[in-house]
């Protein structure tokens, strides 16, 4: 059984990849056709992420994003260029913390980690809220850790009906169309790394 998962993840990645080598061969062809038309500068906001699609079920990126009270997190994902990770196949989930809990970390934090030199530790701290797989707030009950985007562990716990993902309570839950994001009352910090 392995071996077939194995075998599928391996034919998924194969197809994803030349899908997007496939991808930047057209735009490399787009760009020198229009080399001598144009001085305007590559936008920003390239890759899968910034395709706009009224059919499908939100991704855990777009569900984020229509948040008015998780703007916060948004500006932070924008902040470290995470959000092609949030459109990906996944599945994918994803304890978002709100607007209240990133204010509750001390004066400055925010701030702090959304500038540029401070990317590559504010991109491991939301890494650190992301999780392969989709499972309800039910079935995490099941768990006592979580392995993290970032390659750490977060516990969980479970307190009467409330389950706490590294001390964060889970208060929502919301389906996306590559996963599901459960609303968290904390900003869930990586164990400091030895």
């Known amino acids: 059984m392995k071996t077939i998962v194995k075998l599928s993840f391996s034919l998924i990645t194969a197809i994803l990849l030349i899908a997007v080598i496939g991808c930047k061969n057209e735009a490399k062809g787009t760009n020198a056709n229009n080399a001598g038309n144009s001085s305007s500068p590559e936008p920003k ?62 004066a400055g934090t925010v701030e702090d980690l959304l500038k540029p030199e401070n990317k590559e530790a504010l991109a491991n701290i939301l890494k650190h809220h992301v999780t392969p797989g989709k499972y309800s707030k039910e079935f995490l009950k099941k768990f006592k850790k979580l392995g993290q985007a970032n390659d750490q562990n977060t516990i969980v716990e479970v307190k009467g009906d409330d389950v706490y993902v590294g001390g964060a309570r889970i208060i929502a839950s919301v389906d996306a169309g590559n996963g599901i994001v459960h609303v968290v009352d904390k900003v869930i910090l990586p164990p400091a790394k030895e």
């Open 45 to 106: 906001e390239q890759g899968q992420a910034f395709i706009e699609d009224d059919e499908s079920k939100p991704t855990v990126l777009d569900i984020a994003i229509g948040s008015p009270d998780h703007t916060t997190l948004v500006a932070a994902v924008q902040a470290a260029d995470l959000e092609n990770v949030l459109v990906n196949a996944g599945p994918l989930m994803v304890f978002a913390p709100t607007n209240e809990a990133f204010d509750a970390l001390p």
